[in-house]
Every structure is written in C-alpha cells, then in structure tokens.
C-alpha cells in the first residue's frame, strides 16, 4: 500500500521523463548506470524512488546494492534488495538540501531522484 501511495504521489506531482540513461537536465533526475551519474551544484531533494525497470532489463535482483551519495562522499539513502523487485521510495516532508549527487553504487533498477 505505501508503495501504490508513493507512486501516485510521485506522479501526481511529476512528469515523469522520457527514459533515457542518466537524464539529469529535468526536475526528475534519471538514472540507469553509475557510469557518469553525477549530478554537481545544490539542490533541494524532495523525493527519491529506486525501482525495476524490467521492460528495459533493468530489473532488481535479490543482494543487489543501490546508494546515492552527495558531492563530499555523504550517503545520502542506500538499500540492499532481500529479494528481487524490492524497491525502495521515499517522500521528503521538507526538501533535503544537498551539494551534488553521485550514484555510488547501483547493481540494478533505475533511480529516480526529484528535485525543487
């Protein structure tokens, strides 16, 4: 049920982009890689989304590692899947503020990180 809640919440609010590999020019930043998942400057974060994208193969497996990180190294979330399709979304109620965002790790799934 969180799950159904967060989703709606996220595209009630959002459009989300054409999926393309790391799309970080919109309010919806995308990612699909770590390879040049950067984003640099400050920004307010409102809302973040990690999930299987199993139409373009990139699903999530169970053991598979995702953390997000900000420009100094900081984790910002993470989660390890205990089984697969085990997503993780969350819903800031006050934007967090951050200096840049690296995708650190991401063994599977897309990334979906909302901005302000």
Do not use: H
């Amino acid at each position: 049920m969180k799950r159904i809640l967060l989703i709606a919440l996220l595209i009630t609010c959002f459009a989300i982009p054409a999926l393309a590999a790391n799309n970080t020019v919109t309010s919806v930043k995308y990612f699909d890689t770590t390879s040049g998942a950067a984003i640099t400057g400050t920004m307010k974060v409102i809302a973040i989304y990690w999930t299987s994208n199993e139409g373009a193969g990139l699903d999530i497996a169970a053991d598979d590692d995702w953390l997000l990180s900000d420009s100094e190294g900081n984790p910002i979330a993470g989660k390890r899947a205990e089984a697969a399709g085990d997503d993780f979304g969350i819903v800031f109620p006050q934007p967090l503020v951050v200096k840049g965002i690296t995708v650190t790790t991401m063994d599977g799934g897309v990334c979906f990180v909302y901005v302000q």
